[in-house]
């Protein structure tokens, strides 16, 4: 996702672009940085100070990308981003690389699984998290060309997979969740956010080799929420299921219980969220370990699901 994003802002970089890095990425924004000297600025390993420039350049004018490690722009600058940037409805993007557990060993410094919750909850922000790498592209892409204020972009670590098609990723829309395997069965609905989108492939995957029809939908969208989309979910299928690399609390399981408010009918007896459990882990290993030992890997879900249907 991340080298994703790099493309899409080289190639469709306008006058006003402006990249600001907290002092890292170089290995991925040299071409950008080469091809675009005017449009950089390293702001150093001062998160708090990077948001406030890039407020006042956007209030001149700019529209700023502020990136750095998914913590580290978030929760240190967290008052800046909140009175500077999102109450004066500002241009600015917070990109976060290394959502979740992208960066598994170096421990929970590094881990971002509070930021869905925590960004999403600041007036005038829209929050972004795409499941693969050409969502990754063309959300970019739009955030560039249009004026859409204050923005949170949650992207992975890198060596994500690809997995839309150009057909596919034809009916992208910011707002909208993006089917990507509609079944006729009204079974099984996996809907996925962030990095996630590949292990709902691969549940759903899992599911037709035991002659078990599936949908996948991807919410590359947080907020706002498409509760239209959550809620014809839930009212066509039997069972759905969310996966998000993010806390259980305040996140895309949270969004889409919010978007049933006020709705009668909806049966929640069947609805499976995978989520991380609100809690600082000690375990030290890569993402997919991780996400194993905290029952958001496929084989987990999957077999967590085939209990629950026999049930």
């Not at 006042?56 to 529209?63: I, L, V």
Request: glycine share 8%; net charge neutral.
């Amino acid at each position: 996702m991340r080298n994703s994003f790099f493309r899409a802002l080289e190639e469709h970089a306008q006058p006003n672009t402006v990249f600001m890095t907290g002092d890292l990425g170089f290995g991925v924004i040299d071409k950008f940085v080469k091809k675009f000297p005017d449009k950089f600025i390293n702001a150093g390993v001062a998160e708090q100070n990077m948001i406030g420039m890039a407020a006042g350049m956007a209030m001149a004018g700019k529209k700023v990308f502020a990136y750095s490690i998914a913590n580290f722009n978030t929760l240190r600058p967290l008052e800046q981003i909140r009175s500077d940037v999102a109450y004066h409805d500002l241009n600015v993007t917070i990109v976060s690389v290394g959502g979740g557990l992208a960066y598994g060993a170096l421990g929970i410094s590094h881990h971002a699984t509070e930021d869905l919750a925590i960004l999403r909850a600041i007036p005038n922000m829209t929050v972004f998290a795409p499941g693969d790498t050409v969502e990754a592209y063309h959300i970019t892409k739009k955030i560039i060309t249009e004026n859409l204020g204050p923005v949170y972009l949650r992207l992975g670590r890198a060596g994500e997979a690809t997995i839309h098609s150009e057909d596919s990723i034809k009916k992208l829309k910011l707002g909208k969740g993006l089917p990507l395997i509609e079944s006729k069965s009204k079974e099984i609905a996996l809907l996925s956010t962030g990095g996630m989108l590949e292990t709902a492939v691969d549940v759903s995957k899992r599911l037709k080799e035991k002659g078990i029809e599936s949908s996948v939908y991807s919410f590359h969208t947080i907020k706002p929420m498409d509760v239209d989309l959550v809620r014809k979910i839930f009212n066509e299928y039997k069972y759905v299921v969310s996966m998000e690399e993010h806390s259980c609390i305040g996140g895309f399981s949270s969004a889409i219980l919010e978007s049933l408010v006020g709705i009668t009918n909806v049966k929640l007896e069947n609805f499976m969220p995978f989520a991380l459990p609100s809690e600082f882990t000690s375990k030290v290993g890569d993402q997919n370990y991780l996400r194993d030992v905290y029952g958001i890997s496929p084989e987990k879900i999957f077999l967590k699901l085939c209990e629950k249907i026999k049930s």
